[in-house]
């Protein structure tokens, strides 16, 4: 276990039942309510820095975390990932904070919160906050995102290569990534070349097993109790009306708010309205931020 703090954030380890580390943030322990940040797959708690900050400043304890296989967490020995792993990783988490948590799940993470707070009774979550993702999704979108992770097995030369290809991949940014935001998506081989944080075995099991598991998705959804956010792209293509239109239907509690401008990377590409919606969100809960919210 190390801890190191910073102004605004301590960055300590937890461990999976299974015993691996996961690198943890927290952001303002003292805050009212929490929020528990899981991201998508092939990215890591960077992902919601400015959005866990931003609602950090509002009042909000937020946590956030690189998956088993990403960033700084461990990977699994011998390459064998599996979805209930990162499944366990989540209720694990959950578990360990001091209150349910509001669950922000981006992709991969939105829908291993729905597997937790559909199948475990009574749920680890306050409510749930999911984005751009539904049990069944858009096969075009993900494969697209797939067909990145696996581009440039070979690694890059340096960081501006890295940037160049990010750009290509995501024309909605307008500003390329600098080589301080690419240093921890990124490691140094042996052989000098830099390649992707995320352990490559992970195409083989949980791809696999994704396609798998949408029947178990779609009833675990039908069973979620707690308040519920669709965040979704109005740009996107892993998400659509039909996909959508249909979880609605599994979930007729559940609110539904499209960012217009948004692909399916919501925090980056419309970080202001994100955090906006979810502010309302947790402050229609109980009036966790009160009246002085500053984005609310």
């Known amino acids: 276990m190390f801890t190191a703090t910073s102004p605004d954030s301590t960055i300590s380890r937890a461990t999976t039942v299974d015993g691996l580390g996961l690198s943890v943030e927290v952001r303002h322990a003292t805050g009212k309510s929490t929020l528990l940040f899981a991201h998508g797959f092939g990215q890591t708690r960077g992902a919601w820095k400015g959005a866990a900050a931003a609602l950090a400043t509002e009042g909000c304890r937020c946590v956030t975390f690189d998956a088993r296989g990403h960033g700084e967490s461990d990977r699994v020995p011998g390459g064998e990932y599996h979805m209930e792993q990162f499944v366990d990783d989540l209720l694990t988490l959950a578990r360990a904070q001091p209150e349910p948590p509001v669950l922000v799940g981006a992709s991969m993470g939105g829908l291993l919160g729905l597997v937790v707070a559909g199948e475990i009774d009574p749920s680890p979550f306050r409510a749930l906050v999911l984005v751009d993702i539904t049990p069944r999704w858009e096969t075009a979108g993900v494969e697209r995102i797939l067909a990145f992770m696996q581009a440039h097995p070979e690694g890059f030369a340096d960081y501006a290569e890295a940037a160049e290809q990010i750009a290509i991949y995501l024309p909605q940014r307008r500003e390329r990534k600098s080589e301080d935001q690419l240093r921890p998506l990124l490691r140094e081989g042996v052989d000098g070349r830099l390649r992707w944080h995320w352990d490559p075995a992970m195409l083989d099991g949980v791809v ?89």
Request: proline fraction near 3%; charged fraction near 20%.
């Open 208 to 296: 696999r097993e994704s396609e798998r598991y949408q029947p178990r998705l779609m009833t675990a959804a039908a069973k979620v109790k707690v308040p519920l956010l669709l965040l979704s792209g109005g740009r996107s293509d892993v998400v659509s009306r039909d996909t959508v239109g249909e979880f609605l239907q599994l979930v007729p509690h559940a609110q539904h708010v499209e960012l217009s401008q948004a692909t399916h990377m919501l925090a980056g590409d419309a970080n202001d309205a994100f955090t906006q919606e979810i502010v309302k969100f947790v402050q229609s809960l109980e009036g966790a931020f009160g009246r002085s919210s500053k984005l609310g």
